[in-house]
């Protein structure tokens, strides 16, 4: 494996740019003379029959905005492998290309879930802190607030990381958060105290500096996985699977750290009461095996992971777009923040179903993890605590199940995005609100029916809007925003955990599942009216539309993006997909790609003439 190279290197895609982006551009438009009859008939009669039909009634704004408006290639296939039949290396292969970018995903769910597995060994350890124990011996309100502080570190990173990704990159972002990650579980692994307060705020402290990694893993993940399927033309197709196999590592993670727990309390012999010490030596134990995980990954990240060329591309070519010359009338501003706005303005309907639908999805899905539990606890009453990370452990296998499922489909225009987040959702609230009509039932006299449709619960979440938040959150923005946009969007779906963790604390198990139901219910209703639907649509041609957008030029453009197909209820009904054409969109890319040959400098001359 080579060593990336360094991220000022010229992106391969920008080199045969030519005339379409700079001065270069501006002096040949200028050049055309100012009515559009004369504009037209000065360069088509210069110019080969393609670019003499494209410009048949175009002005000289037109032709000087629309030769400019070419965007970078997105071609950047990987290194071919030599073909092997040994069944291992395929698998290290397949392992390395999908699923490495997710080791991060990984050990965010390691630690993450793991709060809510190892509490009830704090309690064994510290009665008199995190159990029942009176008098306490450290603040119960914070005690009862771990999990918001948790997730509040992770909303903070997910903001700052998603902002600093498309700054400085997908590669630098990525080493940051992992480092982070790194220093934070070697914190967690190490926390200590001389009283049971003292190690209450050390906990606290190292498990939101850890968090803070964790927040910027989702906004990265998900660019630096979309961004590499778009830049190899074989796998641009699959970039829906290509993501969600990234995303899969958070399910094994989850799976890894219940499993790893039940090995620690078999080689002790603890399969039924626990001691202090054995509690002690298990949490801990626990945390240094991710720790070392973490410090696998920092390493590769540092010494082997490649800047995206993708993200490289595009935002050269939009930097070079916003900062061109006072002449440029037509660019509408300049900046990272006025971008940001520029894109906002026109894809709020987007913003707002990623972020709340991933509210939605977040109440359900961490209601069901961090209180995992209490749940289990209806299941089998009474169960030890060997016991209950059995049925943790089943949970999470069948959960792991969910995401490759959805691998599998996600890309499928059968089903596609929209189809499966809204059919994921649908189920969740068939299930949770089965679970709370039939639940004193169940209980009473068919406990394996309960198991059943709670475990479905889990599968469903994955093969659905859990898998789905992640993706769409990160195809439906331009590359140069798409960190920043994301990462809004999931920190808005913390929300949602954060709102669980406060309702799912003060309500009785049925009421639970009715809430759960109701987040259900809604999500599947925000997908069907503002989800547009981004299966088999090149991130090429979102990155296209963002030029024009930049520009004060949406009208003009009349690409695949804003097809029919790839819009949704909300944008259809709001005339978004008015400006298609095919035609004319072939048009603007004759233009364009005469504009990078050269093409109109014959006509310049003419015109200057």
């Given amino acids: 494996m080579e060593k990336s190279s360094d991220v000022s290197v010229e992106p391969r895609g920008l080199e045969h740019e030519g005339p379409c982006h700079g001065s270069d551009v501006l002096e040949l438009a200028s050049s055309f003379p100012s009515t559009k009859a004369e ?36 071609d950047f296939p990987p290194a071919v492998l030599p073909p ?23 050990s965010e769910a390691y630690f993450i879930f793991a709060i809510g597995n190892i509490e009830p060994l704090f309690a064994v350890e510290m009665p008199s802190c995190f ?72 906990f606290c402290f190292s498990l939101f500096f850890y968090a803070l990694g964790v927040g910027g893993e989702y ?201 499966l987040q809204c059919m994921g959702f649908m189920m969740m609230f068939v299930l949770f609100l089965l679970c709370g ?7 009473d006299h068919a406990i394996s029916a309960f198991q059943t449709l709670y475990f479905l619960t889990s599968f469903f979440n994955q093969f659905g809007p859990n898998c789905t938040s992640f993706l769409v959150a990160g195809e439906v923005y331009p590359t140069d925003t798409r960190a920043f946009f994301h990462g809004i969007s999931a920190a808005s779906g913390k929300l949602g955990a954060i709102i669980a963790a406060s309702v799912f604390s003060n309500v009785d198990t049925v009421t639970t599942f009715y809430a759960s139901a109701a987040a259900g219910v809604v999500g599947a209703l925000l997908t069907l009216v503002f989800l547009p639907d981004t299966t088999g649509l090149d991130l090429a041609e979102v990155d296209r539309m963002h030029r024009f957008m930049l520009a004060g030029q949406i009208h003009n453009y009349h690409g695949q993006a804003v097809h029919p197909r790839y819009l949704s209820l909300y944008e259809r009904w709001r005339g978004y997909g008015k400006h298609f054409d095919a035609a004319k969109d072939a048009e603007q890319r004759r233009l364009q790609d005469a504009a990078a040959s050269g093409g109109f400098e014959q006509a310049a001359s003419s015109g200057r003439q």
């Fill in 219 to 419: 906004p990265l993940a998900s660019s630096s996985a979309a961004e590499k399927a778009e830049g190899d033309p074989q796998l641009r197709k699959r970039r829906g699977e290509t993501v969600v196999l990234a995303f899969s590592q958070q399910g094994w993670g989850n799976f890894v750290n219940t499993l790893v727990i039940l090995l620690l309390l078999a080689m002790q012999g603890a399969t039924g009461d626990l001691t202090s010490r054995q509690a002690e030596l298990t949490w801990r134990l626990q945390f240094g095996v991710g720790a070392v995980i973490c410090a696998c990954v920092t390493a590769y990240r540092w010494l082997y992971l490649e800047e995206s060329e993708v993200w490289q591309a595009e935002h050269k070519g939009v930097q070079e777009e916003l900062a061109a010359g006072n002449e440029e009338a037509e660019v509408s501003g300049r900046g990272f923040w006025h971008e940001h706005w520029t894109v906002l303005r026109f894809y709020w309907p987007r913003l707002l179903v990623t972020c709340l639908g991933w509210v939605a999805n977040d109440f359900a899905f961490y209601g069901n993890k961090l209180f995992q539990s209490q749940f289990i606890n209806v299941i089998s009453p009474g169960a030890s605590r060997y016991v209950q990370m059995q049925w943790t452990l089943l949970n999470s296998g069948i959960a792991l199940l969910g995401y490759y499922c959805a691998a599998f489909t996600i890309d499928r225009r059968w089903m596609g995005r929209r189809r």
């Fill in 39 to 74: 504009s037209s008939k000065a360069a088509s009669s210069h110019a080969g029959p393609d670019v003499e039909a494209a410009l048949q009634g175009l002005g000289t704004e037109d032709i000087r905005v629309l030769s400019r408006l070419c965007s970078a290639s997105h």
């Fill in 84 to 106: 092997t039949r040994n069944p291992l290396v395929r698998a290290w292969r397949w392992w390395q290309f999908f699923l490495l970018p997710g080791m991060g995903m990984f």
């Fill in 437 to 443: 009509i039939l639940y004193d039932e169940m209980i």
């Fill in 131 to 202: 159990g029942d124990t009176q008098p306490y011996t450290c603040d119960q309100e914070t005690v009862s607030n771990i999990q918001n502080i948790e997730i509040s570190a992770v909303i903070v990173g997910m903001l700052a990381f998603g902002y600093v990704a498309d700054v400085i990159g997908r590669k630098w972002g990525s080493r940051l958060t992992m480092l982070i990650m790194f220093v934070g579980a070697c914190l967690l692994t190490g926390a200590y105290g001389p009283t049971d307060q003292v190690f209450l705020s050390v």
